[in-house]
C-alpha cells in the first residue's frame, strides 16, 4: 500500500499538483466553517465575507506556489530567509511603525509589512537548517547553538512588543530541538532555566499592558468593567452555549455585541456560543485532522531538514489552535493570537497557508530529494 | 541514549527518535486538548446554568413601568386632578460624549434657559449616570418637533412623553388637594423605609401636600414591567414581556368645586379661611384658605424666584388657614362653655345675672370688660350667647372652673387634630393646667380661667376644629370626624366610603342641646342677636354665633379702635353657622384675619356661602347617603 503510493508510475494527479488531499481537504473545512462563524459575528456583513474570501484566495494561491518548490531549494534558502528577517527585525526596532501601541510593522511604500510573519517561517527553517547538519540527536553544544539562533528573533518580537508571535516562534524552534532528539535531561534544565527566567521576563521584559493582561487573567473579576471585560464576556458567551449552541445567528452574547473581538481573536466564542459543546469537539476533530496530516507527512520525510520542519510547522500550528482557544476559554493570559484558518484576516493567514504550502512540498515532492 | 561519534549518518536510527519523539508530542498535545475539553465542558456543561443567567443577565433588562396616576373629582364628577401628556427632553449622561458641547448646542435650539441648565447640573450631580435626567419640560409641539429633526446629532437625549399632573382650577383646591412634585431625597428614603422603593422605579412625581400626599398610596398604584432586549449600548432591540402596570385608583372628593369657587370669590382681598361640612356625616363641602397659588407651578419644579416670592410674602400663602391657622376662638365657644354650665348646673336657664361692662373678682385689682362698654343689662344664657355678653362668660368660666372646661372642650374636639384627611393641620391648643405648668413652668391663674371663658387666653383652634365643634353641638353630641375624601371609582362604578364616627358626647341632661342650639337661633333671628343684620331676610333659616378676636391685648383703659391700629394688630372675626335650623345640612364657619368683628365680617361671608348653598344646589344632594 504505502509502496505502490511512492511509485512514481502510480502519482495521482494531486501529487503531480503538489497538493495533499486531505490537508487541503481539512484546510477549506475549516476556512468554511471560518466564513459561516465571520458572517455571524460580524453582524451579516457581506463585505466581511467577501474580503475574507479575497483573503483566502490570495493565501490558498500562495500555498500552492509554495508547495511548487523543491523542499531542497528551502534547505538551502534557510539561512537566507533568517538573515534578511533578522536584519528586518532590526530595521522594525529602528525605524518601524507603531499600531496599537506596538512597533511592528514596517512601511514600504506600497505597503505595510510585519517581519515577524517572515520569522515564524524562517526559524523553523533556519533551526531544521542547522540542526540537520549534524548527526542526531544533536550534541549539547549543538543545542546551545541552536538556542542562540532562536533567543535574537524571539527577544526581537518580544520587544516590540508582541508576546503571542515571539512565543509561537519560541515554540517553534524548540519543537525542532525536541524533534531532533535533545535529551530529556537537558530538557529539564531548559525547563528549570525558564522558571528562572520568568521574574526576569516580569520584571524587565513584560510591559505594563503585558502585565496587566497575566493579572487580569488570574483575576479577570478584579475589573470586570476594564481589563476583565474581554475574558469574562468571553466566557459568557462559550458557557452560556451549553451543550448544543444558541444556533448559529442566534447567539446572544455576539448578536447584541457583548463580546470584542468577534470576529477575530475572539470568534472561538462566538463559535462556542452558537455550536455549544459539540460543535467544539467538531471542530476539535477537524484540527486534530490537520495535525495528525501534518506528523504523517513529517514522519514520511526522508530527510532530517524535511521532517524537523514539517514537525515543527504542524505543531507550531498546533499551538496556535492551543493558545487561541485558552486564552478565549480562560485558562491562558489574553495574548494576540487568532484561531487559524476561522478568524478574519491578518497577514498571519498567508504566513500560515504558506507553511502549509511548504508541509505539502515536502509531503508531494520526497522523489525529487536525493539522499 | 549516549551520544555516538559516528561520521555515516544513521538514517533508520533518526527515523525511530523522530518518530519516537513524534509519538510523545502527539501524545503531549492529547494530554492539551484533555485540559482544553475539560475546561469547555466545565464551561458550557457543568456551569451551563450560571453562565445563562449571566448570558441573559446581559442581555435582558427589566424596566419599570410607571402606572397613571388615580384621577380626582368632587362630588359632582367635576374632574380637580388630571393627567396630561407632556413632553420632556431627558439627556442619558452615560452616552453622551461631549456633556458641555450637547448643552450648549440644545440650548441655542430649544432656547433652554440659565436656570433650566443650573438645574440640570445640580440633578447630574445627584443621579446616576445611566439614569435619564430632564433638561427642558414641557416642550411645545414645535419644540418636539424641531428636536427630533435634529435629534441624529444628539445621540443619548431624546424626548420623552410623559403624563403629568394639571389642576385644571388652579389655586381654588390647592390647599385641599395639594400637588405633586418631583421625588426628592428625603422622599426616596421614606419609600425605601416603608419598602415602596420598586414601586415607585419609574414615578418621577410624589404627593407632596393635601389629598395628593395623604392618598399617595391609592393614587400612585402599582408599578409594571417591561421586560426588554438590549445591545451592549443599553438601547433596546425587543420587548420580550411586558407586564402592564396597575393605574392609582380614581378618587371622589367630597368637595363641591362650585362651592369652593363661590367662596374664593368671597375671600378675595383676605386672609382667611372658609370651612363648609355637612354635620349629619362629616364630608368636607368645601376647605378654602386665602390667598392661595397655583398648584401648576409645582409639578414640572417651581423656579427658585417663584418659590421665593411665595415664601417670603407676608400674606403667607402656603399656610393652609383652614388646618393650620391657628386662632383664639373667642365668642364662637360661648355655646359650648353655655352647654357645659348648664350640663353641670352650675347655671339653669333661667340664671339671670345684671351686666354693668365690667367684671371683678375680689381682690383683684383688674377688670374684665364687656365689650359693650356700658354692659348688656340683665341676661340670662340665651341673651348672653345672642348678644354675646362677655361678662356672663366669665362669670360662668370663674365658677365652672379650667379643670372642668378644659376637659368638655376637648370633648369637642378642641386641641387635638380633627383627623381630616390632610397631613397639613395643627392641633390648635386646649389649655390646662398641666400644659400650662408643662409649657411655661407657672401655675394656672384664676384670671387665665377668666378669659378662656370668652375663647381667649391660651387658648386656640383651627377653623376646622371649631367645625368640627359645631357639628358635635348641632347632632346633639353625635361626632364624626372630617372628611375630603368621599369615595372612588372600583370598575366604574361609584364607592362611597363609609362616615368615621367617633364615640357620642353624651350629656347629663341632654335637653340642654337644645337650649344653646335655641340661643344660636337667636344670635341669628331674634331682636338684638348679633348676626341678625347678617341674615337678614334669609330664605332659609340658620343659627349661629359670631367672634371677635383680640390679636394684642388692650390695657384696660383703652379703647378698640380699628382705624389707630396697624393691620396686622386688628381683630380677627369668627363665624360658626348652620342651617337649615331644623334640619341641619351645612356647618360654615369662617375665620378672618385682622378684618375686624364677626357680624359685619365674617357673618356676611357665611350668610353668601348659605345663600348660594341653599338657592343654587338641591338639598337632597347633600343628604345623608
Known sequence: ?371 | MPPKRITIRDHSAEANLFARRTVITLLGIVGLLCVLISNLYYLQVTRFQDYQTRSNGNRIKVLPVAPNRGLIYDRNGELLAENRPSFTLEVVPEQVEDLNQTLSELAALLQISDEDLEDFRQELKSQRRFKPVALKSRLSHEEVALFSANQHKYPGVSVEARLTRYYPYGETLTHMLGYVAKINKKDLQKLVEAGQEDNYAATYNIGKQGVEKFHEDRLHGQVGYQEVEVNNQGRIIRTLEFQPPTPGEDIILNVDVKLQRVIQGLMQGYRGSVVVIDPNNGAVLALYSNPSYDPNLFVHGISSKDYRRLLQSPDRPLINRATQGQYPPASTVKPHLALLGLDEEVITPQTRMFDRGTYRLKNVERPWRDWKKWGHGWVDVTKSIEVSCDTFFYDLAYRLGIDSISEMMVKFGFGDYTGIDLYEESDGNMPSRGWKRAKHNQPWYIGDTISVGIGQSYWTTTPLQLAKSVTVLVNHGTRYVPQLMRGRYVDGEIQLNAPRELSPLVLKHPQNWDVVLDAMYGTVNREHGTARKAFKDTKYISAGKTGTAQVISIAEDEEYDAEKIAEHHRDNAMYIGYAPYDNPQIVVTVAMENAGGGSSQAAPIARKVMDYFFENQPVESYAAQ
Open chain 1, 1 to 371: 500500500m504505502l509502496r505502490s503510493k511512492l511509485d512514481p508510475n502510480k502519482r495521482s494527479i494531486w501529487q503531480k499538483m503538489h497538493i495533499d488531499l486531505p490537508l487541503l481537504l481539512g484546510l477549506l473545512t475549516l476556512m468554511g466553517v471560518g466564513l459561516f462563524v465571520i458572517y455571524s459575528a460580524g453582524g451579516r456583513d457581506w463585505d466581511l465575507i467577501e474580503r475574507q474570501l479575497i483573503r483566502l484566495a490570495l493565501a490558498l494561491t500562495v500555498m500552492l506556489a509554495v508547495a511548487q518548490v523543491p523542499p531542497l531549494a528551502y534547505r538551502r534558502l534557510s539561512v537566507h530567509f533568517y538573515v534578511v528577517g533578522i536584519l528586518m527585525l532590526v530595521a522594525v526596532l529602528v525605524m518601524g511603525t507603531v499600531g496599537k501601541g506596538a512597533q511592528r510593522w514596517l512601511d514600504l511604500g506600497f505597503m505595510r509589512f510585519q517581519p515577524s510573519e517572515i520569522m515564524k517561517l524562517a526559524v523553523p527553517m533556519m533551526m531544521a537548517w542547522y540542526i540537520s547538519r549534524f548527526n542526531l540527536p544533536p550534541r549539547l553544544l549543538h543545542i546551545i547553538g541552536g538556542f542562540l539562533l532562536l533567543v535574537a528573533p524571539t527577544l526581537l518580537i518580544a520587544k516590540q512588543p508582541d508576546l503571542g508571535t515571539s512565543l509561537l516562534i519560541a515554540s517553534s524552534g524548540l519543537f525542532v530541538l525536541f524533534l531532533a532528539g535533545m535529551s530529556w535531561k537537558l530538557i529539564g534544565s531548559v525547563a528549570i532555566l525558564g522558571s528562572a527566567f520568568a521574574p526576569v521576563m516580569w520584571f524587565f521584559l513584560m510591559k505594563d499592558y503585558q502585565k496587566q493582561r497575566v493579572l487580569t487573567f488570574l483575576n479577570p473579576e478584579s475589573d470586570p468593567l476594564g481589563s476583565g471585560y474581554h475574558i469574562i464576556q468571553s466566557k459568557i458567551a462559550i458557557g452560556s452555549g451549553g451543550f448544543s449552541g444558541k444556533g448559529w445567528l442566534h447567539g446572544t452574547q455576539s448578536q447584541l455585541e457583548f463580546l470584542p473581538e468577534r470576529h477575530t481573536d475572539f470568534i472561538f466564542a462566538v463559535f462556542s456560543e452558537e455550536f455549544g459543546f459539540t460543535g467544539i469537539l467538531l471542530l476539535l476533530v477537524l484540527y486534530c485532522f490537520i495535525i495528525v496530516r501534518g506528523m504523517i507527512i513529517a514522519t514520511r520525510a526522508q530527510e532530517a531538514y524535511s521532517k524537523l520542519l514539517a514537525g515543527s510547522l504542524t505543531l507550531t500550528f498546533f499551538v496556535y489552535v492551543f493558545v487561541n482557544m485558552g486564552m478565549v476559554s480562560g485558562i491562558l493570559p489574553v495574548v494576540g493570537v487568532p484561531l487559524p484558518l476561522v478568524s478574519y484576516g491578518g497577514t498571519s493567514m498567508v504566513t500560515l497557508l504558506a507553511g502549509f504550502g511548504m508541509l505539502m512540498a515536502i509531503g508531494t515532492q520526497r522523489r525529487l530529494l536525493s539522499r
